[in-house]
């Protein structure tokens, strides 16, 4: 199998940081660059995540600084009772790492990179979505460059995880969520309708560190715990058997097992302001014509990740964490 050429756009973040090392353990992806965002914590720690990360499992790949705040709203605090406030469950101490930031925007990388490989990319967007609407406005025509564009992002029938309605990637920045639901690429949605079902164990993590006892899966090990405390004080059931959900995981997890996951399709719309601010918003009636604006049969279609195979899912993340992939 030709590996999938990834951006990965990110925040990171425990979850992230979760996910960045599934996609560097599955042989079926590529990660050819790791473009940063604010959200779990500002965007200059994430770049420093996400350089730290990539360091501790030899892996020299181009890391990003990108946007620092919403687009039109003003920026929420990080959120440092869930991913801690060095976004990686606060590590007592880090080990001395060589790798620099490229000086590109990540908007600027993610063009550059579509432009040289037409096609060829997939982007994988994990945070809040303002690199993915700046590269839409520096290339207009990067749905066409890109292969496919994949979110963990929104929710449709599960509740929200910052209000009622609204998942914390699309409040962080509403208006570019929008403008990336309403752009006409190749688009899945991989929300809190999945991610709620599946529930990764502290004690899969303690496995994994223990099978490679090495410092970056003993890293993942402690910032999985910090976050797993989060998710403890939330749900009965997490805090009699530690766990948490790892949101980002399943965008990369759909990426290589789409099967794993029952989709519908129907065009997005993203509520901007209020009390409903950032909920995403899915019309399943395509063939009505409201009178309501903005819902026009010209909308982009969607793809839906709704139902998912949690054991599935999980015995894929066990397997590929477990396989030599750390030198
Ligand atoms: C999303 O928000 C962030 O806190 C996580 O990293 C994930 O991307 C879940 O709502
Ligand atoms: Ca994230």
């Not at 994990?126 to 992002?153: F, Q, T, Y």
């Not at 929300?191 to 006892?213: C, P, Q, S, Y």
Request: aromatic share 8%; glycine share 8%.
């Amino acid at each position: 199998m030709t590996p999938r050429k990834v951006i990965y756009d990110t925040d990171p973040g425990v979850d992230d940081a979760i996910a960045l090392y599934f996609a560097l353990a599955h042989p079926g992806i590529d990660v050819v660059g790791i473009t940063t965002t604010f959200g779990n914590v500002s965007v200059a720690q994430a770049a420093t995540n996400a350089l730290y990360l990539t360091a501790l499992v030899n892996r020299d790949i181009a890391v990003t600084r990108g946007v620092k705040a919403p687009w039109v709203k003003p920026g929420e605090a990080p959120p440092d009772f869930i991913h801690g406030a060095d976004g990686l469950g606060n590590l007592a101490r880090r080990v001395a790492t060589t790798h620099q930031v490229d000086p590109r925007t990540s908007a600027q990388f993610i063009v550059d990179e579509a432009r040289l490989q037409p096609g060829e990319i997939t982007l994988v967007a994990v945070g809040p979505l303002g690199n993915l609407s700046l590269a839409l406005k520096l290339e207009p025509e990067l749905p066409k460059l890109l292969r496919e564009v994949i979110i963990m992002g929104g929710t449709i029938d599960e509740p929200g995880n910052v209000s009622p309605v609204a998942e914390a990637n699309i409040w962080n920045d509403p208006h570019a969520a929008d403008a990336v639901f309403t752009a006409p690429w190749k688009l899945t949605m991989v929300g809190l309708d999945v991610t709620h079902r599946v529930v990764t164990e502290l004690a899969l993590f303690k496995k994994i560190a223990d099978h490679h006892r090495h410092v970056a899966t003993d890293t993942l090990h402690h910032a999985v715990a910090f976050y797993c405390t989060f998710y403890s004080g939330l749900h009965k059931h997490l805090a009699l058997n530690p766990g948490c959900f790892a949101h980002d995981l399943l965008a990369f997890i759909y990426l290589v097992s789409p099967e794993l996951f029952q989709l519908e399709n129907g065009g997005i719309r993203v509520a901007t302001d209020g009390v409903g601010q950032g909920q995403t918003m899915m019309n399943r009636r395509g063939y009505i014509d409201y009178p309501q604006a903005g819902w026009g049969r010209h909308l982009p279609l969607t793809n839906v990740c709704m139902q998912v195979d949690a054991p599935g899912c999980l015995a894929l993340f066990e397997q590929t964490m477990l396989s030599d992939w750390l030198t």
